[in-house]
Structure formats: C-alpha cells, structure tokens
C-alpha cells in the first residue's frame, strides 16, 4: 500500500525562521514524492519531487526537502520564511497512475 | 505557458439535480486525473485516464462517471447529486505514459461544487 503521513496538522513559525514541514513514507518499491502548496480556493501547486539521485531536492520558491530512505522522510524545509508562505502544504506519493495525498499541514508564518 | 483549465469554477446545485464538470489538460499531456476535496480534507482520488482510456479508479461514487474525449478534455458527470458531494473538484494533468512515474502533475484551480 502506498502512503505518506503529515504529521503536524500546523505548524506556526516567525517570519525570517527556518521551517520544517514534516512528511513520512510508506510505499512498495522506490518512493516517487512530491510536495504540492495550496492557496485558499486555488488548486495545488506543485514545489518539488523527489525521484532518484541527490537527497537534497531544490524547488519553487526557496523550498527544498530532504529524502532520508533510512527515516522514510521526505521534510520539506525553507531557510528563511516569508509571510507569504502561509498556505495549506501536501505531501504526496505517486504510483499505479494515481498520486496519494497527506492529510496536509497549515504552514503559518507570523510577521 | 498554458495551465490545466477547469470549467465552472463555481456550480450550485439542488439534490438530485446532475452536474457536469470540464477539465481541459495542458496540451500534449496524456494522463488526466480527478480528485475530490472535501472541507479541511486531503485530495481523494477519484478517477485517471491515459490516452482517453480509464487507467484507475479509486473512491468515486456509481453516481459519478467520467470520460475523456478525442480532444483530451476530460467532463466528470455526477447524478442524483447529495448535500456530501459538495467538495472542491480538481481536475490534473501530467506527461505520465503508462507507468512512468517522473513527472509531476499540473492541477486546475477546481470546481467548487456546492449542492443545496
């Protein structure tokens, strides 16, 4: 069975701070893993996606995340937030022509 | 560049009425998919196609069917329509090929289905 867990529903942070969006694994063969950013009433935005290669994936906006196979974690994390950053954030795993979704974590970034 | 279009962004419907929700992929993508979301909940798959045949289907009611046309637009139809329909529809695209799973999906902006 494919799945990934998010384990914080919220998660609040000051503006400038690091942020670390936490997402866990759980999939039958190699891990396809994305993370996608949801605005109010807009669709999702894809950030980044994990396939093969460097454990260290670069995205949009300044995000990156981490794939630690040994933890089964794919985190997403930006050095510095911005207010602007304040959205819904997924984490999602791909396989057999269907993406799975996390329950989704509430990023808030304080001025 | 050009965007997955969903068409109507808003809908109200009755009980019992049907509706009719159109997505329109990025061109030249091949594998089209249908997700419900729900208040405060995650995406539910719901239906996939590849090359205008169904490819998957997950948690969608009998009352809903969907197809994809010649063109690659997809329309998911749903009948006898229940206050639980009322959800945020989202229609994604991907370059995915059968099995291939490296690319990421583009999604719509949704159809926001409210049913009274």
């Known amino acids: 069975a494919q799945s990934v867990a998010q384990p914080e529903d919220q998660v609040n942070v000051a503006e400038g701070n690091p942020l670390t969006v936490k997402c866990t694994y759980s999939?039958?063969?190699?891990?396809?893993l994305f993370w996608y950013v949801q605005y109010p009433n807009r669709g999702l935005q894809f950030l980044l996606k994990?396939?093969?290669?460097?454990?260290l994936v670069k995205g949009s906006y300044g995000f990156e995340a981490e794939f630690n196979k040994s933890q089964t974690s794919f985190h997403l994390k930006k050095p510095s937030a911005l207010v602007s950053d304040s959205a819904l954030y997924f984490c999602?795993?791909?396989?057999?022509?269907?993406?799975?979704f996390g329950s989704g974590t509430k990023l808030n970034v304080k001025p | 560049a050009a965007g997955v279009i969903q068409s109507p962004r808003h809908l109200i419907k009755e009980k019992r009425e049907t509706a009719t929700l159109k997505c329109y992929p990025i061109?030249?993508?091949?594998?089209v998919y249908w997700y419900q979301q729900g208040p405060g909940q995650d995406p539910q798959f719901l239906i996939s196609f590849y090359e205008k045949m169904q490819s998957d289907k997950g948690s969608i009611p009998d009352r809903f069917s969907a197809q994809q046309f010649s063109d690659y637009h997809s329309e998911l139809n749903m009948s006898s329509l229940e206050l639980g329909d009322s959800a945020l529809y989202f229609c994604?695209?991907?370059?995915?090929?059968?099995?291939?799973?490296?690319?990421?999906?583009?999604f719509g902006q949704g159809t926001r289905l409210t049913v009274v």
């Open positions: 994990y396939i093969t290669g460097d454990n």
């Open positions: 999602a795993t791909y396989n057999f022509n269907k993406f799975y």
């Open positions: 061109p030249r993508h091949d594998t």
């Open positions: 994604a695209s991907s370059l995915a090929g059968q099995g291939q799973m490296n690319t990421e999906a583009f």
């Open positions: 999939v039958s063969g190699n891990p396809y």
